[in-house]
Antibody, heavy 122, light 107 residues
Framework: QLQLQESGPGLVKPSETLSLTCSVF??????????RGWIRQPPGKGLEWIGS???????YYNPSLKSRVTMSADMSKNQFSLKLSSVTAADTAVYYC??????????????WGQGMLVTVSS | EIVLTQSPDFQSVTPKEKVTITCRAS??????LHWYQQKPDQSPKLLIK???QSFSGVPSRFSGSGSGTHFTLTITELEAEDAATYFC?????????FGQGTKLDMK
């Protein structure tokens, strides 16, 4: 079974860039045909899909965040990353990384990281 | 953007009860509808994929049905450990969207 772990700063200043890394362990974590995603959840609220990254390099972003989001992967380290620029207090949330089965128009998240709270504050 | 509306938002439940949670989509999504369980301070866990397929290791008391715009998650013989918030997710079109969640509170 795959395990995922988010890491990065838990506090980011307004207008700066939020950067998180997700490390994948176990199972078929070194499968080159990977499909990964990021989701966030503001405190006490629901879930929001941020975007997904396919092993071909294709990325799919939520239009509401597209202008500020960049996703990438480093397969040599079995890691993938999220960058969200120009953050505001509205970006304060628990950020989850997850693995995806299926494709971009039918898939689902199967395994999730434990989540990381990122607070945007000066 | 496809909007998923769950009902109810909250339900107070008792052990051994049968519970049904509904997820309605604003347009047809085929069977690209998936259900998750989230307990406090934990990440969501996949219960049901493609509307009715149980994910590996999920207890048989959880089942899903539906297609198009109307979907249900049923929990039979509710156990205390099932107290949680349940979300539906659609992946039929971009952006992927989640329902607002249904919180089950054990009496």
């Amino acid at each position: 079974q795959l395990q995922l772990q988010e890491s990065g700063p838990g506090l980011v200043k307004p207008s700066e860039t939020l950067s998180l890394t997700c490390s994948v362990f176990g199972g078929s974590s070194r499968n080159n045909n990977y499909f990964r995603g990021w989701i966030r959840q503001p405190p006490g609220k629901g879930l929001e899909w941020i975007g997904s990254l396919y092993h071909t390099g294709s990325t799919y972003y939520n239009p509401s965040l597209k202008s500020r989001v960049t996703m990438s992967a480093d397969m040599s380290k079995n890691q993938f990353s999220l960058k969200l620029s120009s953050v505001t207090a509205a970006d304060t949330a628990v950020y989850y990384c997850a693995t995806v089965q299926g494709d971009i128009l039918t898939g689902y998240f199967d395994y999730w990281g434990q989540g990381m709270l990122v607070t945007v504050s000066s | 953007e496809i909007v998923l509306t769950q009902s109810p938002d909250f339900q107070s439940v008792t052990p051994k009860e049968k519970v049904t949670i509904t997820c309605r989509a604003s347009q047809s999504i085929g069977n690209s509808l998936h259900w998750y369980q989230q307990k406090p301070d934990q990440s969501p866990k996949l219960l049901i994929k493609y509307a009715s397929q149980s994910f590996s290791g999920v207890p048989s008391r959880f089942s899903g049905s539906g297609s198009g715009t109307h979907f249900t998650l049923t929990i039979t013989e509710l156990e205390a450990e099932d107290a949680a918030t349940y979300f539906c997710l659609q992946s039929s079109s971009l952006p992927w969207t989640f329902g607002q969640g249904t919180k089950l509170d054990m009496k």
